[in-house]
């Protein structure tokens, strides 16, 4: 008599598929993060694709996870399962999650948090168009502000991630849509510093600042909050060379300059003035040929600078 065959796993499910990666189900427990080499700004999404790109984020986001295990950073990282997927623990996507009861369990966040450190990005936009005042930032009232400016102290802010535009809230807004309640919010706090702070550890040596950054947070089963998503990649964060900040120039590692392209052309105006209004949003062009080159180059030169290992391609199965 011949043996039964060995069992086998279901063949991975594909869920759904967000700005940069496809998300694939291995398990009722168990996700794939599939990276593409896609890339968005300002919620939409580029119609250019980055070579290396899918890679180089899944590679960066594993270093920064294997951080938190030595750390002792709760997260829900599994494992890399090819040069740009991987593995990661499931949670529940629940747009309320306040529908899950009064102590809801086993759920993401519907937040982004977003930890800055120096004047720059949206926030100097804002400060700008006077939305924000000095002392709103920790500064004395009154005092002039430049962009790049170190901040007094960490200034954090929360957003939407469930909605099609990413959304600025207030603490009770938060709060409300999270489900969380005041003592975990000084829990995520706390956690976000310590990330924080063993990341530039890291990267000072190496000759990087980082200037701000967002991550994601989950409630596991047991009702602790944990990292979820990705972080401190060139999509999430933004990264300065220290060198060049020291001698008052800002030389930028991140996708700002995607960002300040379509500044220059005038895109961003023509979008901001739509969603103002509101108004059909106009389409977002292709990045030119070189550009293209270049972001590729960036995100390569971020893992080396952040990693300090050599961005060699990984080979592919099959």
Not at 38 to 57: A, C, M, R, T, Y
Not at 102 to 129: C, Q, T
Not at 220 to 230: A, Y
Request: glycine share 6%; hydrophobic share 35%; net charge neutral.
């Amino acid at each position: 008599m011949s043996p039964d065959p060995a069992p086998t796993s279901p063949a991975p499910k594909y869920l759904r598929r967000g700005k940069v990666k496809e998300v694939w189900e291995i398990s009722p427990t168990e996700l794939e993060f599939r990276f593409t080499n896609d890339i968005s700004v300002f919620d939409k999404h580029i119609p250019s694709e980055i070579p290396l790109k899918g890679e180089s984020l899944a590679r960066t986001a594993a270093h920064w996870f294997e951080m938190c295990e030595r750390i002792g950073a709760a997260h829900h990282y599994l494992g890399l399962s090819g040069p740009q997927a991987m593995r990661v623990r499931r949670v529940r996507v629940v747009p309320q999650p306040r529908t899950l009861g009064p102590e809801p369990r086993d759920y993401l966040v519907p937040l982004e948090f977003i930890v800055r450190y120096y004047l720059a990005g949206s926030m100097w936009d804002r400060v700008k168009a006077g939305q924000v005042k000095p002392e709103q930032l920790g500064f004395p009232a009154g005092k002039a502000l430049a962009y790049g400016m170190p901040l007094p102290e960490p200034h954090f802010e929360v957003t939407t991630k469930l909605e099609p535009v990413d959304r600025l809230l207030d603490w009770p807004e938060a709060l409300e849509l999270s489900a969380l309640d005041r003592k975990q919010m000084d829990s995520v706090r706390e956690m976000l510093l310590k990330v924080d702070a063993a990341m530039s550890r890291e990267i000072e040596p190496r000759g990087l600042l980082h200037v701000d950054g967002k991550k994601e947070l989950a409630v596991d089963r047991e009702g602790k909050l944990m990292i979820v998503d990705t972080f401190g990649t060139a999509d999430e964060d933004r990264f300065w060379d220290k060198g060049a900040y020291e001698r008052g120039r800002i030389v930028d590692f991140s996708k700002e300059f995607v960002r300040q392209h379509y500044r220059q052309t005038g895109y961003y105006d023509e979008l901001m003035k739509a969603r103002n209004a509101p108004a059909p949003e106009p389409a977002i062009p292709a990045l030119p040929p070189l550009l293209v080159d270049e972001v590729s180059r960036l995100y390569s030169t971020v893992y080396q600078r952040l990693t300090g290992e050599p961005f060699a391609p990984l080979p592919r199965s099959g």
